[in-house]
């Protein structure tokens, strides 16, 4: 296995989204990993940009193949992540970005830990979350108070993780991820470590 995972998590409307795209944009060599999920595509989103949207139904006939590198039910709603595209881009050595939540980071960590290198994304405070959230204008307050209480229970897993960046200005977030991105590309995978002790 060559390649290098980074898993990004944090509560919904920290701000993963639009950091992970800047960061789509400014780094080579990546795989963004799309998850796919049951929810309704909102506002704004595109099909295999996004995520993958498909029916429960097809989520589960999935999971029964062994489809799956992790999934979980997150609001109601089904979240995966794909495993043979993320087979296909550590081959070929590219850098793995995975948007997943505490729960799959755990499955990956297990799977992939020599590999991986883990970020908590947060906002500076639980009212700052619960602003962002409001003025996102995607939820209405039942679901909001449903986030914000996951929310609190993602906070008590930051210790599981290798970084937490405080997204409270978003260039410094910016330009944090860019350096533990930096870091994560050289840790160096077990064929690398066989490889170089061989010729060394």
Same mark, same amino acid.
């Given at each position: ?23 789509? #944009?400014?780094?080579?060599? !990546?795989?963004? $990993?799309?998850?796919? *999920? =049951?929810?309704?595509?909102? @506002? ?65 960590? #297990?799977?992939?830990?020599? !590999?991986?290198? $883990?970020?908590?994304? *947060? =906002?500076?405070?639980?009212? @700052? ?72």
């Amino acid at each position: 296995m060559y390649g290098n995972i980074v898993i990004i998590s944090g509560p919904s409307g920290c701000g993963k989204s639009s950091l992970i795209s800047e960061i789509l #944009k400014e780094e080579k060599n !990546i795989y963004f $990993s799309l998850s796919s *999920t =049951t929810r309704n595509i909102r @506002e704004g989103e595109k099909e295999g940009v996004n995520y993958f949207y498909i029916s429960k139904e097809q989520f589960e006939e999935e999971i029964k193949e062994g489809l799956f590198l992790e999934w979980a039910q997150v609001h109601g709603n089904y979240y995966g992540t794909s495993l043979k595209p993320i087979y296909q881009a550590l081959q070929e050595r590219k850098l793995v970005i995975l948007d997943i939540d505490v729960q799959g980071h755990e499955i990956v960590k #297990k799977k992939f830990e020599k !590999i991986l290198t $883990s970020v908590f994304v *947060t =906002t500076p405070t639980k009212k @700052e979350l619960q602003n962002r959230l409001i003025h996102r204008g995607t939820d209405n307050e039942s679901t909001i108070q449903t986030r914000l209480k996951n929310a609190q229970i993602e906070m008590n897993r930051i210790d599981e993780y290798d970084y937490l960046v405080i997204n409270d200005d978003f260039h410094t977030a910016l330009s944090q991820l860019h350096s533990i991105i930096k870091a994560a590309r050289l840790k160096p995978s077990q064929e690398d470590i066989k490889q170089f002790i061989a010729k060394w």
